[in-house]
């Protein structure tokens, strides 16, 4: 059984350009949470998302960010005209039912912004 | 409003000896606790979950215990060694609701 699987692994992009980033969740696993790491901190939480639902976004920035967990294909988290303050490496996480079990991580994404 | 606080924030301790890190948390009312390791530059790794109901999880060198009714939980490395180096987060998975909430890490050296 793969486990979560997250490309790509580094990501640059120039300002004012978009970022998508790809999720594919463990096999079985219907829930996928988001999270940002910025340099030095901790992991914050951003979006949790089952088959075509998105259940809390509560962390999401309002503008310029979105995400997606279609009934085919992997979860994509959508970073529209990125700022340099968007450099941060982005986890996600799957897990069979929603956080009550065990939350596996994927390897993350790279994002630089120059 | 979950806090996820963890001490100490750095540790250096000689190979061989037994450590306690520690993380606290401000909502008593989670579904489970998890401990994970993150190595520089890399993803997380889960070491330890504690569902809300239980005291402790074991794992090999690893030991972590949740008391709710004080909002702490400990990890307990013992025989550190090298390779254990990393950074060590507990995070908590709160009832009512869907985030996650993580603390900010302690992170620990292992000296040869």
């Known amino acids: 059984n793969a486990g979560v699987m997250q490309n790509p692994r580094h990501l640059v992009r120039r300002r004012g350009q978009e970022a998508r980033l790809r999720c594919s969740p463990m096999?079985?696993?219907?829930?996928v949470y988001w999270y940002r790491q910025l340099p030095e901190e901790g992991l914050k939480f951003m979006v949790y998302?089952?088959?075509?639902?998105?259940?809390?976004e509560s962390g999401m920035p309002k503008e310029r960010f979105s995400a997606e967990f279609p009934k085919e294909g992997p979860s994509i988290l959508r970073i529209q005209q990125v700022v340099r303050g968007d450099s941060a490496a982005y986890f996600c996480?799957?897990?069979?039912?929603?956080?009550?079990?065990?939350?596996?991580f994927g390897p993350g994404t790279r994002l630089t912004v120059t | 409003k979950q806090e996820v606080t963890q001490i100490p924030a750095a540790l250096s301790v000689p190979e061989g000896e037994n450590l306690v890190l520690n993380c606290s948390f401000t909502?008593?009312?989670?579904?489970?606790l998890q401990w994970f390791r993150q190595d520089p530059g890399k993803g997380l790794t889960s070491l330890l979950l504690?569902?809300?109901?239980?005291r402790e999880q074991t794992s090999g060198r690893l030991n972590a215990s949740l008391d709710k009714s004080s909002g702490r939980s400990t990890l307990y490395i013992a025989a550190s060694q090298p390779g254990d180096s990393a950074t060590y987060l507990c995070?908590?998975?709160?009832?009512?609701?869907?985030?996650?909430?993580f603390g900010a890490g302690t992170r620990l050296f292992v000296k040869a």
């Open positions: 996480a799957s897990s069979p039912l929603r956080g009550i079990d065990e939350q596996y």
């Open positions: 096999k079985g696993h219907s829930h």
């Open positions: 998302l089952q088959k075509e639902n998105i259940i809390d």
């Open positions: 909502d008593s009312a989670i579904y489970n």
């Open positions: 504690i569902q809300s109901s239980q």
């Open positions: 995070a908590a998975f709160n009832t009512g609701g869907f985030k996650t909430i």
